[in-house]
């Protein structure tokens, strides 16, 4: 193993890979609320073999799923590989056979075979459990066993990870970036899946440069498209220097397109040069779009065009504001909360509507970093904050919503979170009142080894 391997950040402390494939009850601590019955599915980044790229990124590594499912007072947790055409090449061969965002580092059985990871996040529509990284096409496992059915193919292409479910129609809105054979393409694609699970719609437009367009927007009537400066270049990764890097010197852009439009009518807003990784939400509201976002002043984890060390930022909640009537083409920042903050949610049976409450893991230590030690709610309508603050040197997941009932109002419900407990070198589920967060958990499962630092969850009810 290489000294560059060994010491790579994203293979150390929660972030190394746990590789065992494991069934457990968990030890409860606390009373579980007698109306969460349910499942929360994880998702996140755990190679197993060695990388062969001695500057492994965290976002390239096989997709391994959390499932914690609670019922009756109990918790059961279930870990399963994403077993991808990937995964099962590598399992083969006993060794890592692709290069990450480093194509030319790949093996030559590598060549032409599918390299989907399906490792960031993972839901569930019309019937199917849904494991998704913006590569590929989502990837389908049995919601029960985590057994894979493989490719969703009617998707056709690229699909984000960060598809949205409107609360209303039941479809399910979704894009995807860097379409078609050729690396970094600067072509996007806008697609809806009904409410059956059948895809409706796939069409193809141009984004202004080639960018990474982690997640996107969307309210009742509207789509956007955030196409920041951290952008793709095939003559870079060619020449060793890195395929995906921020370069500030370009401006941002916002597409904003009504979503039954063709994307030739998108119009385009612009901001200054920052990034984001997740919006909270988006709604329409006196004649503009109101949208919560986490926003960097520089994208963060990955270099500059020249392959330096970009600067270490940390996101701020920011209300973004666009004009649908046409006097102007410039999106109104205005910082709403001074935390360090990512993996933004909400109470999901508003998302793309107005609503109140929103929730984020933090950062209270200002390290500028993506750990975080926080779970906080704030209050849009106040602008309160309150916050969980864990043990020094632990380190929180987003936290996942689930509400109280169907008919629940806005906010009333638990938090779901995984947390890392440094000093005992495993994790924990915990459970939270959503509008009480500050009295911390009322609940704790206790899982007896690490749960590795992740992306995105879900909850499906019982």
Known sequence: MSEKIRSNPYLTGNFAPVRSEDDFDLEVVGDLPAGLEGVLYRTGPNPQFQPLDPNYHWFTGDGMVHAFRIGGGKVAYRNRYVRTPKWELERQ??????????????????????SGVANTNILFHAGRLLALEEGHMPFEIDRDTLEPRGYASEY????????????????????GYGVGPQPFSTTM????????????????????????????????????????????????????????????????????????????????????????????????????????????????????????????????????????????????????????????????????????????????????????NAIAHIDLKTGARKACTFEPGDQVSEPVFVPRSETAPEGEGWLTAVVWRAAENRSDLVVLDASDVDRGPIAVAKVPRRVPFGFHGNWVGA
């Not at 699909?159 to 129609?169: C, E, F, G, I, N």
């Not at 920042?333 to 929730?359: K, M």
Request: hydrophobic fraction near 35%.
């Open 189 to 372: 694609s806008y697609g809806v899946t009904d409410a059956s699970g059948k895809v409706v719609r796939r069409t193809d437009f141009e984004a202004p440069y080639s960018a990474m367009v982690h997640d996107f927007l969307v309210t009742e009537n509207y789509v956007l498209f955030p196409v920041m400066p951290l952008t793709g270049s095939l003559e870079r990764a060619m020449k060793g220097l890195p395929g995906y890097a921020w370069e500030p010197d370009k401006p941002s852009y916002v597409g904003l397109m009504k979503r039954g439009d063709d994307p030739s009518r998108i119009r385009w807003f612009t901001t200054q040069p920052g990034y984001v990784f997740h919006p909270m939400n988006a709604y329409e509201a006196d004649g503009k779009i109101v949208a919560e976002v986490c926003l960097y002043d520089a994208a963060p984890l990955f270099p500059l065009a020249d392959g330096r060390h970009g600067s270490r930022s940390g996101a701020r909640l920011t209300r973004w504001e666009f004009d649908l009537t046409g006097a102007t083409d410039q999106v109104k920042e205005t910082p709403i909360d001074d935390l360090d903050s990512e993996f933004p949610r909400l109470d999901e049976r508003f998302a793309g509507l107005a609503y109140r409450h929103g929730y984020y893991a933090a950062d209270t230590t200002g390290a500028k970093s993506v750990k975080m």
């Open 93 to 114: 061969h006993g060794r890592a056979l692709f290069g990450g965002f480093n194509p030319m580092l790949s093996d030559p059985l590598a060549a032409g075979q599918d």
């Open 156 to 175: 056709v292409g690229r699909v984000t990870a960060h598809p949205k479910l409107d609360p209303k129609t039941g479809e399910m809105i979704w894009f």
